[in-house]
């Protein structure tokens, strides 16, 4: 049954580069085939000290999103990007609000209170998916087997896509401008 759509396969590890050899901190890696993604039970996006935690949020298609306001002020976030458009409205310090994200795609998050918070949450249709950490690396802990597609983002608008065939040992990935 090796090679056949639909069955999980191995771990991809590796490391995603900005064009100029820095890592890619916060990219979003995800890897397209038959399969489709399945909603996370529980997926937050925090504000804490006037910033959204984490920057970037990568969740599956369908997930409900609680947006808790663990600052000490009032926040207003709002999303005007085509996988989303929202407005949760101003909420005080210890209050939550939740959105479902039924669309792949990028939502980018900001605070019309706070112009300096914003983040990115990228939805997708797909279980293998992961965020690379402060030296750009990676870990999606299974992958299709057969043939699909790898996608790679970061919020400087420098993205990837490839063919993606059942890729043994780490993949190294230079991102290029768009």
Not at 117 to 142: E, L, N, R, W
């Amino acid at each position: 049954m090796l090679g056949c759509v639909g069955i999980a396969f191995a771990a991809v590890d590796g490391q995603v580069l900005l064009a100029d050899g820095s890592p890619a901190v916060n990219a979003v890696v995800w890897i397209k085939g038959s399969e489709h993604a399945t909603p996370l039970f529980k997926a937050v996006m925090d504000q804490r000290n006037l910033a959204f935690i984490p920057h970037v949020l990568a969740v599956p298609m369908g997930t409900t999103v609680s947006f808790p306001n663990n600052d000490t002020v009032f926040h207003n976030i709002f999303a005007e990007f085509r996988a989303k458009r929202f407005d949760l409205g101003m909420y005080p310090r210890g209050t939550s609000k939740k959105v479902k994200f039924d669309k792949e795609g990028l939502v980018a998050l900001l605070c019309s209170v706070h112009s300096n918070m914003s983040a990115y949450i990228m939805v997708v249709d797909t279980p293998y998916y992961a965020v690379t950490d402060k030296k750009g690396k990676f870990h999606v802990s299974t992958s299709p087997s057969g043939s699909g597609e790898l996608n790679v983002w970061h919020e400087s608008g420098q993205t990837m896509r490839i063919p993606y065939t059942s890729m043994n040992g780490p993949l190294r990935i230079r991102l290029v401008r768009q």
